[in-house]
């Protein structure tokens, strides 16, 4: 019966085939698609090409078998130049997508563009040399390949969106200077990237461009870039250089997060915006300079040096207008909100006074210190969450309000002081500190009962009183 059905599928073809040719357009151009084929030792698979919409090029479309079934083609694939005395200008959207079979392709001097995922996931590929006219390359048009090598050659004009992401074996990229635009993630996953050239002619480099490419050690920025986009060189954690040239004004939000063996930055005076979490979980990290230019949002900016366990020290420029450092700690430039305490600075930190307000994620995720104490200056705290080694919290200050997470998950919390100023803990400021057992308040039994009273801010916790200064009243949830 399959011998039936295959000398059946066999005839219908021939049938087809004649008929195209008898009664067929012709020369004249006026079909929409065409055939070619190549020929194979195992089976014969078919170029498919279609007619542009303007009738004076062909778009290549992809390849099927005898059944007109897609199929890949085997080895190397050649695509010819012209086709019925057209040129080949285009590869045309998810022709080769998927097609596993093909180790390389050669395409001529006319292609000018290659469609989105016109060779997506033909994960035997390993070559890609660019054709002399090639001006575009689609979005993911060899993304999760095996390229080995990839050539890119000047009059290039566009590469979109994750063109080469995950193109795993790549192990050096040129960006020629005729490059204007790059999408998102054009580069993204490239885990064997090892060297990289930008050229002259884009201007920003885009979201997630080089995320995760874990084998990249050092980046030279050229002058013509200015901005870096959210998590541009995330994770990437080989990286250990980075020149930021001088035209660089903007590093996006979690540019270098998690890039795990940078050790030293120094941020040059030409950029003036850091986004949030810049160089978040940068665990090897132990000095920052920031230079004149940055103008810190100290409102909306956070966590940019948050969870680096290794952090001594953050230096600023004396000419910065927004910032300065004492002791190695960043301040705003008045001095009045403490940004963020490196993490591997000292143990018992005191609050200077003066500070007025501890910023969210200052000593979020800090392991080291165990004693933390307040100046009378200090009248808004966050910010102290996931402190793994905190003991002793002296709040003794101006605070009237305890927000929601500001000590939650500090699991050796023993011991909290609360200010006579205090009217309100909120319901989550405390939650998952088991071993909390003191709770000292600065105030009568009375002034608790008449300002506190009620509170939800130590769930799980074992406390179940507080001590005030004539006695002690308990502690009740609402």
Known sequence: MKNKKLIIACLL????????SCFGPGPNKQSQSSEESIPDKKYEVTIQYQLSSDGTYYIVTGARNDA????????ALTIPAEHEGLPVKKIGEEAFDSFGEMTSINLPDTIEEIGHDAFHGCNALTSFEMP?????????AFADTRLQTITLKEGLERIERGAFYASEKVTSITIPNSVTYLGDE????????????????ITSLPQSTFRNCLSLRSINIPDNITSLGEGCFASCTSLTDIDFGNGLTELGISVFIDCSSLVNVTIPNNVINMGNCTFYRCEKLETVNIGDGVMFDVTNNSGCFGECPKLTAINVSANNQTLKSIDGVLYSKDGKELIQYPANK???????????QIHYDAFS???????????STVWKIRGFNFCAALRIADLNSQISCVEDYTFVNCP?????????????????????????????????????????SYCNGFKDSPVTEVTCTNGTTALRTA
Not at 428 to 450: H, M, R
């Open 365 to 375: 995720n800090n392991s080291v210190i165990t004693n933390i104490t307040l100046s």
């Open 132 to 140: 002399a006219n090639l001006k575009i390359v689609g979005m993911s």
């Open 186 to 201: 054009v580069f993204g996953n490239n885990f064997a990237l090892e060297t990289l050239s930008i050229g002259a002619g």
């Open 412 to 452: 050796e919390l023993l011991s909290v002081t609360l200010p006579k100023t205090l009217s309100y803990i909120e319901g989550y400021a405390f939650q998952n500190c088991p071993k909390i057992t003191t709770v000292n308040y600065l105030g009568t039994v009375e002034e608790w009962e008449e300002k506190v």
């Open 346 to 356: 000292n143990s018992n930190v005191f609050i200077k006074e003066g500070v007025t």
């Open 68 to 75: 007109g079934e897609r199929m890949s083609p085997q080895g």
């Open 13 to 20: 073809s021939a049938s087809a085939l004649a008929l195209c």
